[in-house]
Nanobody, 122 residues
Framework: VQLQASGGGLVQAGGSLRLSCAAS????????MGWFRQAPGKEREFVAL????????YYADSVKGRFTISRDKDKNTMYLQMKSLKREDTAVYYC????????????????WGKGTLVTVSS
């Protein structure tokens, strides 16, 4: 499966942004899709996951209540709606295909797309 993330940009603290991740290829071969992010000098961290079948969602505690993950199965596209953005949300955001196992672990994912940069200014 090939993934392409888009929608990043510069936004003020407290603002909103929506990221998209378009999937092509054998999307049905994965259990779901997830978002990770990586800030400068930090490790890549889990943000959110959505399963293809039942649409179950999982979030990192740091974004729970502010971010919403969703998917459009007909369009093979996943979204991350981000609200009440904080400076600490600044990072490159990546989407990836979830293959099973511990969903907060990068090793549970493959087919990483190129990231999209989100910058939150004060």
């Amino acid at each position: 499966v090939q993934l392409q993330a888009s929608g990043g940009g510069l936004v003020q603290a407290g603002g909103s942004l929506r990221l998209s991740c378009a999937a092509s290829g054998r999307t049905f071969s994965s259990y779901g899709m997830g978002w990770f992010r990586q800030a400068p000098g930090k490790e890549r961290e889990f943000v959110a996951l959505i399963t293809w079948s039942g649409g179950s969602t999982y979030y990192a505690d740091s974004v729970k209540g502010r971010f919403t993950i969703s998917r459009d199965k007909d369009k093979n596209t996943m979204y991350l709606q981000m609200k009440s953005l904080k400076r600490e949300d600044t990072a490159v955001y990546y989407c990836a295909a979830y293959r099973g196992g511990g969903y907060v672990n990068t090793r549970a994912y493959d087919s990483w797309g190129k990231g999209t940069l989100v910058t939150v200014s004060s």
